[in-house]
């Protein structure tokens, strides 16, 4: 079975300040995508990144990256310069094999403070 | 394109009522998702369309029905509410007939609570 599992409850950081947040999960597939999603206080799901598994290079947008580590079934999201707007519930998420459904880990919630 | 709406944004039933909730999409999507999401647990499947007229069970079926007439609609129906079934829930939608993945789109979601 494809699990995902995220350890920390909640996170707070400083402004300007960078965070990371951890991901492990499972599975037996060797190529698949993993995905780090953002859930403001408006509940709007919206995704921050995608790292497809056969890629060796850890991608990158703008102050996120992510720090994949695939023998250790490791998907950390880095932030930089924490912003205030970066508060939010964070959920990492795997799809299931040959379908878009998705399996998403507990979330992190991470605040921000000024 | 409005992308993925849901309505009602929020809902109060009681024990043993039923009710629907819409789920909408017009960026001509084949594959629609309902997931339920619940404190400490993530978000989790309920049901799953691959085209209008297909329909499947996802991890926590039990106590919602789901039909898919059109590419658009995708309503959840809960039955008999219980108290169980509190939770925001959310409906997606993606290109689905592809052998990758493809980005799933998020509407707002629906907080229903049961008393």
């Known amino acids: 079975a494809q699990t995902v599992t995220q350890s920390q409850p909640e996170m707070s950081v400083q402004e300007a300040e960078t965070v990371t947040l951890s991901c492990t999960y499972d599975?037996?597939?060797?190529?698949?995508?993993l995905f780090w999603y953002k859930q403001p206080p408006s509940r709007q799901m919206i995704l921050v990144i995608r790292?497809?598994?056969?890629?060796?290079q850890n991608a990158t947008e703008n102050r996120f990256s992510v720090n994949f580590q695939k023998a250790a079934k490791s998907f950390s999201l880095k932030i930089s310069d924490s912003q205030l707007g970066d508060t939010a519930m964070y959920f990492c998420a795997l799809p299931l094999r040959g379908a878009q459904k998705l399996v998403f880990g507990q979330g992190t919630r991470l605040t921000i403070n000024p | 394109n409005a992308g993925v709406t849901q309505t009602p944004k929020f809902q109060v039933l009681k024990t043993g009522q039923s009710m629907t909730l819409q789920c909408a999409q017009d960026m001509n999507h084949e594959y629609m998702s309902w997931y339920r999401q619940d404190p400490g647990m993530g978000l989790r499947l309920i049901h799953y369309s691959v085209g209008a007229g297909i329909t499947d069970q996802g991890e926590v079926p039990n106590g919602y029905n789901v039909s898919r007439s059109t590419t658009e609609d995708f309503p959840l129906r809960l039955l008999s509410a219980a108290p169980s079934q509190t939770s925001v829930y959310f409906c997606a939608s993606s290109y689905g007939r592809t052998s990758s993945y493809n980005e799933q789109f998020f509407g707002p979601g629906t907080r229903l609570t049961v008393l």
């Open positions: 599975t037996s597939e060797n190529n698949y995508y």
């Open positions: 790292q497809e598994a056969y890629k060796q």
